[in-house]
């Protein structure tokens, strides 16, 4: 990977997050980004652990949080190791799907899937979107509602293998927007990145919309 020198004059972040989508969301907003992604013997997935009682809203905001300290040392430990890793504003951003005060996370397999979505079935749900730059943080509350699903369709969708590593085992912009009748919030949120917040969080850094 080559990595933008310091002296780069326009603005640039490091993203911390595997997903394409926040990929593609920071590319609408013209925010250039590199990937700062785990190293192999770091244990990402445990930080999604839930915690007895937590709520939706706080479970989002701690998680997000606590990826972004771990991006924040990930990229101390590789500047001592190799210079090309230059000092640049870290983004970090992560979602959960809420029904009620259940979190909806992402599925283990293909049962816990199809259970996801038989939950959301005919409801309206939330989706929770935190983002975290350089220690600032934002979050963005979207509510959608699903039409009722049968059990073929819960089956096709979980076979097309769409869910999977996906909160709520769902992804608005691919074929589960068949189903949704209605969307109250950020779009983009939903999808993993609101844009929103996250251009109001990098203003102050030097970007301009």
Known sequence: ???HPASTAQPWLYLASQSPRRQQLLDQLGVRHELLLPDPDEDAE?????????????????????????????????AQRERAWAEAPILCADTTVALGGDILGKPAGPADAARMLA??????HKVLTAVVVNGAMRLSVSHVRWRVLDEDEIVRYVASGEP???AGAYAIQGRSGAWTQHVDGSYSG????????TAELLKPLGWQF
């Open 1 to 3: 990977m080559t990595h």
């Open 46 to 78: 445990s930080l999604e652990a839930e915690r007895a009682g937590e709520s939706p809203e706080d479970y989002v905001q701690r998680v997000t949080l606590a990826k972004w300290q771990a991006a924040v040392e990930r990229l101390a430990r590789r």
């Open 119 to 124: 939950k959301l079935s005919g409801q309206s």
């Open 164 to 166: 999977m590593g996906k």
């Open 190 to 197: 939903i999808m993993g990145l609101p844009l929103f917040e």
